[in-house]
């Protein structure tokens, strides 16, 4: 089992920042993935950004140029900083892992249990 606790959220003005926090516990692979998802009222939950134990990222098109996605491998944290923020990034945000199996796929994803970020004026 993965334990993920997050950190950071809250309310930020349009253009203003923010910064979440993960620590993810348990039995964690060598390899693994980890990042954020995102749910608004009345919508999917979405993925925001991801990143891989060797570096790789990857970004929904909304957040490209405005969030950044980091981690520390040895602490098995991961972090999202929000620069630019827009009233639409208001959202529950929710931390995620998978691990890479020995059978060579993805694991099921582990879950926090959410931050709430509002963009407000």
């Known amino acids: 089992q993965v334990q993920l606790v997050e950190s950071g959220g809250g309310l930020a003005q349009p253009g203003g920042s923010l910064r979440l926090s993960c620590a993810a516990s348990?039995?964690?692979?060598?390899?693994?993935?980890m990042g954020w998802y995102r749910q608004a009222p009345g919508k999917q939950r979405a993925v925001v950004a991801h990143?891989?134990?060797?570096?790789?990222?990857d970004y929904s098109d909304s957040v490209k140029g405005r969030f950044t996605i980091s981690r520390a491998n040895a602490k098995n944290t991961v972090s999202l900083q929000m620069n630019s923020l827009k009233a639409e990034d208001t959202a529950v945000y929710y931390c995620?892992?998978?691990?890479?199996?020995?059978?060579?796929?993805?694991?099921?994803?582990?879950w926090g249990q959410g931050t709430q970020v509002t963009v407000s004026s």
């Open positions: 348990g039995t964690i692979s060598s390899i693994n993935r």
């Open positions: 990143i891989t134990t060797n570096g790789t990222t």
């Open positions: 995620y892992l998978r691990n890479w199996t020995t059978g060579g796929y993805w694991s099921r994803g582990y």
